[in-house]
């Protein structure tokens, strides 16, 4: 299963081979997705090679080979990295018309109203979450047992979990979590944050997906779980 990342340098690789028998440089690759740095390249490369849908030949420059593309034309997004895969409501890659999301549900048994709880940053810590600025729709298939809130992403910390600016996230509410989790954490009682959790002995880590953001380490007593991610909402 591939993030969205993976799927899109995947797809980009393809369609040079195709045009021009020569795969992308990694300079070509990190502007085609927009990343910041090669390094993050060299993990999504890695990533597809470790799931069999490339392969790098030995001794060669620029040397690709794709082995397999994926089944559908758009990946599942697995946040939390552990084999969980939330549902995602996106439209297309550019290359097709983006299908038009009806912001009412055709059939009130197939989706329930969820409180939009303000703005996370997935980037430079904000303010503690707000208070509930309206409700949204959310198909009953994304949402499980549990209390439900939405948040507004702002910021690209996330952007290699397939978390991108301008997202809404959909949150579980949740006081814990184990280490591998996309969860929303409230660090000293203020700033609220999107971060992946890592527990490392009596610490406490939020983990960006972004290169360019540095991974911050508290004392458990700081840091406090509001709830995990199992989903996102993108409008076009």
Excluded: C, W
């Amino acid at each position: 299963m591939l993030t969205r990342k993976q799927h899109e340098l995947l797809m980009f690789i393809n369609e040079r081979i195709k045009e021009s028998g020569v795969p992308p440089s990694f300079d070509e690759m990190k502007l085609a997705l927009d990343l910041r740095s090669k390094s993050g390249i060299h993990r999504l490369i890695t990533a597809l090679e470790e799931r069999g849908f490339i392969r790098r030949l030995p001794n060669r420059a620029r040397a690709l080979e794709i082995l397999k593309l994926p089944e559908a034309s758009l990946p599942t997004l697995n946040v939390a990295g552990r084999g969980f895969s939330p549902s995602v409501v996106e439209g297309g890659l550019g290359k097709k018309p983006p299908q038009p999301i009806s912001p009412e549900p055709k059939e009130e048994s197939t989706s329930m109203s969820v409180p939009v709880m303000g703005r996370i940053a997935a980037g430079v810590p904000i303010s503690a979450i707000q208070n509930q600025s309206h409700t949204i729709s959310v198909p009953i298939e994304m949402l499980r047992g549990g209390e439900h809130f939405a948040l507004e992403v702002r910021g690209d910390s996330m952007i290699e979990a397939g978390i991108l600016d301008g997202d809404t996230v959909l949150i579980k509410k949740s006081d814990d979590a184990v280490s591998g989790d996309i969860v929303v954490a409230l660090v000293d009682d203020e700033e609220a944050t999107l971060k992946r959790l890592r527990k490392k002995g009596a610490s406490v880590a939020l983990e960006a997906a972004n290169p360019a953001y540095e991974t911050r380490i508290f004392g458990p007593d700081r840091v406090r779980v509001q709830g995990k991610l199992i989903g996102l909402l993108r409008q076009y």
